[in-house]
C-alpha cells in the first residue's frame, strides 16, 4: 500500500497532466487548427493528414505516438513514464476530437496573430503542466525530452529541432506565412512551458572576488539574510592567492547584492550567473520529486 505522501504526489501530478493536455486540446482547436498553424511533431503530422483526408487529428495523434511511446520507454523512465505519457496522449487526443462537437470550426477570431499568440501560450502552459506532473506529451515531447535530459538542450531549443522539419512540411501545404507563424508559435510556446516548469524557482549565483571578503561577506548575511560560502583562489596572472565569495539570491534581490558590493569594495570582480534551482536552507526545501 502506498504511503499517504506518495498518494497524494501521484494524484497531484496526475491532476497536472489532464489539465495540461486539456489545454492542449482547448490550443489546438480554438486557435491553432483553424488559422492552419501546424504545431510541430506529431499532432503536425496529424493536421496534415486531416487536411488531405479528413481522417480525425486526435484518432492520428493516438497512431503516430506508438512507435515515440516505445522510445520513451527506453530512455524515460519504463512504467512510470509509460503511464503517464499514456493518460496525456488519450487524454490530449479525446478532448482534441470531442470539442469538434462544441467549438465552432473557424475558432474565436481570423488574425492569424491572435491565434499564433493565444496558442503558444496556452498550448506552452499545458506543456508546462505536464512536465510539472513529471509526465509527457508523447510526439515530439517525447524526443525533446530525451534531449533536455541526455544533452541537457533547453526545452525551447529542443522543441525548434524536433519540430522544425515537420513546420517547414507543413509550410508547403498550408503556405509560407501560416509556418512562419508557426515557427513563432513553436517558439513562444516553449519558453512559456519552461516558464510554467521552473516558476519562480530559477535563481541568480554570483561569484565575487574582492580585497575585502569578510566585509563584504558580513554586510551580505547582515542586509540580505543570504549564505555566504569563502573560497580560495589564486590569480593565474599575478599569483596572489585571492578569496571569493559564492552566494545565491533571488532575482530581485540582484541590485540590492550590486549596491553593497559597489559600496565596500567599487574594484570588486563579480559574475552572476543563472541556476535552474535552489534547495536547502534559505529556498526550497531539499525533497525528492
Not at 573560497?231 to 550590486?258: F, N
Request: glycine residues 12%; proline residues 3%; hydrophobic residues 50%.
Amino acid at each position: 500500500m502506498k504511503k499517504p505522501k506518495t498518494f497524494w504526489e501521484d494524484l497531484r501530478n496526475y491532476l497536472f497532466i489532464l489539465a495540461g493536455a486539456i489545454l492542449q486540446a482547448l490550443s489546438l482547436r480554438i486557435f491553432l487548427v483553424p488559422a492552419k498553424l501546424a504545431s510541430g511533431g506529431v499532432t503536425g503530422i496529424s493536421m496534415l493528414i486531416n487536411h488531405f483526408t479528413g481522417w480525425p487529428i486526435g484518432i492520428m495523434v493516438l497512431i503516430g505516438n506508438i512507435p515515440l511511446f516505445i522510445i520513451g520507454w527506453r530512455f524515460l523512465g519504463g512504467k512510470r513514464f509509460a503511464t503517464k505519457t499514456a493518460v496525456a496522449v488519450v487524454t490530449y487526443a479525446l478532448v482534441t476530437d470531442l470539442l469538434v462537437l462544441f467549438l465552432p470550426a473557424r475558432g474565436l477570431t481570423d488574425d492569424i496573430v491572435l491565434n499564433s499568440l493565444y496558442g503558444a501560450v496556452l498550448s506552452g502552459i499545458g506543456y508546462g503542466l505536464v512536465y510539472r506532473g513529471q509526465g509527457t506529451s508523447g510526439g515530439s515531447d517525447i524526443l525533446a525530452r530525451i534531449l533536455n535530459n541526455w544533452r541537457g538542450i533547453s526545452m525551447s531549443q529542443s522543441y525548434l529541432m524536433v519540430d522544425g522539419l515537420v513546420i517547414l512540411t507543413a509550410g508547403f501545404v498550408f503556405g509560407p506565412k501560416q509556418a512562419l507563424y508557426a515557427l513563432i508559435t513553436l517558439y513562444v510556446s516553449g519558453i512559456v512551458a519552461e516558464t510554467v516548469l521552473e516558476g519562480a524557482r530559477v535563481v541568480r549565483t554570483a561569484m565575487i572576488i574582492t580585497a575585502q571578503p569578510e566585509k563584504v561577506a558580513e554586510k551580505i548575511m547582515e542586509d540580505m539574510s543570504r549564505g555566504v560560502t569563502l573560497l580560495t583562489g589564486k590569480g593565474a596572472y599575478t599569483g596572489e592567492e585571492r578569496s571569493i565569495l559564492y552566494c545565491v539570491v533571488i532575482r530581485s534581490e540582484v541590485p540590492l547584492l550590486k549596491a553593497i558590493i559597489h559600496e565596500i569594495d567599487a574594484q570588486a570582480f563579480m559574475v552572476i550567473g543563472q541556476a535552474h534551482e535552489a534547495l536547502g536552507e534559505g529556498f526550497k526545501p531539499l525533497t525528492t520529486p
